[in-house]
């Protein structure tokens, strides 16, 4: 029997085509949805990661799906918000730390007022404060008389409790836009604003007689007098430090060659440090 007789083949050609395309119809749709379901859904978990990765714990998009990518999504979202949180804490304790730091660096532990980093820091930001606009100032150095008599005879803890005491009757005197720091050893430094030379000689007058007003008692019983010698100068903003504690420094030495417990003013006019006070001791 002939079949090519009997049928014609030229009729499968059209079934043949429809199946074809049929078929591909089905690939395309098979992929277009295995896609939609799980290749974009990876790549939206893909990315969340990455944005982890970089830092953003906030800009995570969920997949609310019920399967597998869905709850994988979700946990790679709680384990952000909580590297997240857990950083903020991090970050919250590194900032307190640096604070603390800065403070133990610029801070003087026994009297709690600026060390001479801190106090120069202080002293410089002002100096550079408004050039275009100078102002004044009154520079002090304080160096507290017989220091180290009172270390040897009652000991250092004595002398740490002069320290102490110096720091503590200094405070009331000033206002809050001076600025006082233990510059070192027995000495003390204060930055006070807007005072006139009549004014300084005032407030210098004032500490020389806070320190005179009570004796400190040592643990055995006995009284240590408390006097300080104090060098002052008038600074302007924009200028030098050093040129500064210079003056400062010439009129403290004045003021102990005169016999301390006293004030000398430093004179930039005729760049001698004169007026040195002296104040009876109580």
């Given amino acids: 029997m002939d079949i090519d007789a009997i049928i014609d083949r030229h009729l499968f050609t059209p079934i043949a085509l429809l199946l074809i395309v049929m078929m591909t119809a ?110 004044s100032a009154g520079l002090l150095l304080i160096d507290l008389d017989g220091f180290k008599d009172v270390n040897d005879v009652f000991g250092h803890l004595a002398g740490d409790r002069l320290l102490c005491e110096t720091a503590r009757r200094l405070a009331p005197l000033l206002t809050e836009r001076d600025s006082c720091g233990r510059w070192g050893g027995d000495e003390f430094v204060v930055l006070v604003e807007d005072r006139d030379a009549d004014a300084l000689r005032e407030l210098c007058a004032r500490m020389v007689a806070a320190m005179n007003a009570a004796p400190i008692r040592s643990d055995d019983g006995q009284d240590i007098a408390l006097t300080v010698s104090i060098g002052a100068c008038r600074v302007v903003s924009g200028g030098s430090i050093d040129a500064a504690f210079a003056e400062a420094d010439a009129a403290l030495y004045a003021a102990k060659r005169a016999g301390r417990n006293r004030f000398v003013l430093f004179d930039s006019g005729t760049g001698e440090a004169v007026g040195a006070v002296a104040t009876a001791q109580a």
């Avoid at 949805?33 to 799980?38: E, Q």
């Avoid at 946990?75 to 590297?83: N, P, R």
């Avoid at 604070?99 to 003087?108: P, S, V």
């Avoid at 801190?118 to 930001?125: I, K, L, M, P, R």
């Fill in 26 to 135: 089905a690939v395309v749709l098979v992929t277009i949805l295995f896609r939609r379901v799980v290749l974009d859904r990876l790549a939206t978990v893909e990315a969340g990661a990455r944005r982890v990765e970089d830092g953003d714990f906030d800009n995570i998009v969920v997949d609310q799906g019920s399967d597998e990518i869905g709850r994988l999504s979700r946990t790679l979202s709680g384990m952000a918000h909580a590297v997240r949180d857990h950083t903020r804490v991090l970050e919250d304790l590194v900032d307190e730390r640096t604070e603390k730091l800065r403070r133990l660096a610029n801070i003087d532990l026994l009297t709690e007022i600026p060390n001479r980093r801190g106090f120069t820091q202080v002293f410089e930001q002002w100096l550079a404060a408004s050039p275009l606009a100078p102002r």
